[in-house]
């Protein structure tokens, strides 16, 4: 009972109305001042400051770049830390998962199978269509990246899931006392938090239905599962590799990769594989492993009231 946990605190609308712009301001302005300081002392001239990412990532320097980036995450995690335990009093292994204690395990089991299937798909494109990429490897510069990847990138995954998954499904779900909602809701606004990317200016809206249909496989996994471990992994996982991998011109990830794409980005029938095909079937796998059950009641079935889930809370104290 993932989203039943919000009632282990405070969970008054109202605090989730103070909660969410509080957190939104911290991740889109105060989190964006070190960039916005490190471009005008670059350019000498707050003119000369462009929205363009690319454009900002070549004139600082695409590992600064991606440190001032990751910054704005951090800025926004700290935020919601703050909201959830002193807004909300509740504890942040309540906000993660549904179980005893969080398992760790999960979180690695989902970030090295979608680590492995990514890393795979994208190094099989690299030799089968050698002509769309330049290899870039750059010993110093990447390592750099390395570091940055490991120290910050889970961070900034981490953060989008408790945002997301985390604080909007439980503040939705124990309103609206249903599942279905907050799921359409929070992989819907997770997908349109992507809008302002460059891929969606490059492809056109179209990338949105990869974006969306990610946020929907990710609140199945957190349903499903009744914690957040398995979306953090996996979240991890695809930006990690993702980072040190392959970039390009035109994406939100510009960074000292192995490898750029060089080609002229189309948008075509493939963006939707990962949601018809690989996402389902990542779904059997984990619901193979992790026994799952009962699929209709936890995706469509409905939020138990804070009277019903302490007495279920009371009656599971007694019995130990």
């Known amino acids: 009972m993932f989203i039943e946990q919000a009632y282990k605190g405070l969970h008054e609308g109202w605090r989730y109305i103070v909660g969410f712009i509080t957190v939104f301001f911290a991740w889109q302005f105060l989190g964006g001042i070190p960039l916005i300081v490190a471009v005008i002392f670059k350019t000498k001239n707050f003119d000369s400051f462009s929205a363009d990412l690319g454009v900002i990532a070549q004139t600082l320097g695409l590992n600064y770049f991606f440190f001032l980036i990751m910054l704005t995450f951090l800025a926004a995690m700290v935020a919601l830390y703050v909201v959830v335990k002193y807004l909300h009093k509740l504890s ?15 979180i690695w089991f989902a970030f090295i199978l979608w680590g492995v299937i990514s890393s795979s798909i994208a190094i099989a494109d690299v030799f089968l269509t050698p002509e769309n990429y330049e290899y870039q490897f750059k010993l110093m510069p ?3 990246l390395l570091g940055l990847s490991i120290l910050l990138l889970p961070i900034q995954t981490s953060f989008e ?7 909007l499904m439980q503040g939705i779900g124990v309103a609206v006392k249903n ?20 891929e969606v200016e490059k492809l056109g809206y179209g990338i949105l239905v990869y974006y969306i249909g990610t ?15 398995l979306p953090i992994g996996f979240h991890a996982a695809n930006n990690f590799f993702t980072a040190i991998l392959v970039t390009a011109d035109w994406t939100a990830f510009q960074t000292h990769s192995i490898y750029k794409d060089i080609s002229e980005p189309v948008l ?27 699929w209709k009641e936890k995706l469509f079935g409905s939020v138990k ?12 104290s007694s019995e130990i």
């Not at 909602?181 to 992507?194: A, D, K, T």
């Not at 946020?215 to 471990?229: A, K, N, R, S």
């Open 161 to 167: 899931e408790y945002f997301t998954r985390g604080y």
């Open 179 to 198: 599942r279905w909602v907050p799921l359409v809701i929070s992989s819907s606004l997770f997908g349109l938090l992507h809008l302002f990317n460059p």
């Open 215 to 229: 946020g929907f496989f990710l609140g199945i996994l957190t349903l499903m599962d009744e914690g957040l471990e």
């Open 268 to 294: 075509g029938w493939d963006v939707l594989v990962p949601v018809l095909v690989i996402y389902p079937i990542l779904l059997f796998i984990m619901a193979k492993k992790y026994k799952w059950s009962n």
């Open 92 to 106: 942040f292994k309540n906000f993660t998962t549904s179980r005893k204690k969080v398992d760790f395990g999960r």
């Open 142 to 144: 990447f390592l750099v």
């Open 305 to 316: 009231t804070e009277a019903e889930f302490l007495a279920l809370q009371d009656a599971d």
